[in-house]
């Protein structure tokens, strides 16, 4: 879940009182334990973010767009511009200093997606109009500057090491209320499947986080970056003791790209894969117990070129072991087309590198300033072996659907298959804008799903 602004009024708030124990009278005050030191170090590396953005346009009364009904209004009624007007939107995050010479920081994509205006406040009450370098959806980072000197930034931690059971820092700007300080421990690591996002390798931390904390820091008691913290798991919408970070390597890997490319690019080796079970590896004959599977082999693709098989157990990729088949899609998803890959693979109990180079996904994306906004956030591509109902039936293929898009809203999810738009069939992308583009709106999709099948109307 991610983290929506609450706003919060003065009846909601309840603080209470706790009356405080008597310090140990032996105890000096350098020999107290404390946080302070630390926080009072880092704290001014995170900062405050607040955004304008605009939503939907709001509907006017149909009776002004009635000629019938105009006659009813007075003069200065029908004179009135009859455009529908923009509501605007606001919303609180937070965000992480790392370079504080060139003004870089860190936080969410969700924190300052579809904003006009963003605002950074640092903790000695500077505000800054913030420029988007880049951002990348499916890890769900995004990369800031700020025109300012005299910044604290926090120094980035190998997040590899991070074990569970290392104590951890939070800081953020949850409910909008301010910079607030919160602490606990790595619960987990390698956490994904969770369905947040695209890219999922999550720290999971029981230091208090909450709505509002997006972007903010997740850090190490040597007040060393671990992580950006990301969302909650909260079935009542509050904290529970469940939290997610992106860890810092990965989000390093995004920046570095965004500062040397300006965008990501993410390809692909073509194939499926699943995680190597024990049941899997006896069958297999192999004594590894980590690893990922791969199940097929996209014709076509660059995996196909380089002899991988169905089968083939993948345990390492440019010498890092892969423990499972969320672990592989990372590492490929970090790389950018063309980039050289070599898999170490176990096929029938023997140990094989493969080489070859990361390639183009071949989808086409109907996105923002497309000739259909309706679909924004769906990529179409080609019905081919990836999708189980190839060779079944004709259509597009819905690669990726992003979550709060219009496709995505219109019912659209990965896997669909198009087999009509407007009780036309399609077989590209090109044909459904071809479709539309002639019959206009509404779109009326014929679905394949699974075993099922369904017409979504789209306006």
Known sequence: MRFPLLLLTPIALAVTLLAAAPAHAHLTEDEVPSLAPLVKESAPAVVNIRTVGQLEEAPQHPFFDNPFFERFFGERERERPRRRQPRRSQAAGSGVIVDAERGYLLT????????????????????????????????????????????SAMPLADSDALQVGDYVVAIGNPFGLGQTVTAGIVSAVGRSGLGIESYEDFIQTDAAINFGNSGGALMNLRGELVGINTAIFARAGGNIGI??????????????QLLTHGEIQRGRIG???????????????TTHQKGAVVAQVISGTPAEA?????????????GEAVMGSSDLRNMVGMLRVGDAVRLTIVREGESIAIDLAVGEIGEVALGAGSQIPQLEGAVFGPLDSSSPLHGKVKG??????????????AGLREGDVIVSANRRPVETPDEIILVVEETGLPILLNVRRGDGALFLLIR
């Open 306 to 318: 380089a002899g991988l098989q169905p089968g083939d157990v993948v345990v390492e990729m440019n």
């Open 396 to 409: 597009v293929l819905v690669v990726t659907v992003e979550t709060d898009t219009p496709a995505w809203n």
């Open 108 to 151: 969410n994509q969700h924190v300052i997606a579809d904003a006009h205006e963003i605002a950074v406040t640092l903790t000695d009450g500077r505000r800054f109009e913030a420029e988007v370098v880049g951002a990348d959806p499916g890890t769900d980072v995004a990369l800031l500057k700020i025109d300012a000197d005299s910044l």
């Open 271 to 285: 194939v499926q894969i699943q995680d190597l079970t024990p049941d899997l590896a006896e069958a297999l004959g």
């Open 243 to 256: 939290g997610f970070a992106i860890p810092i390597n990965m989000a390093r890997q995004i920046m570095d």
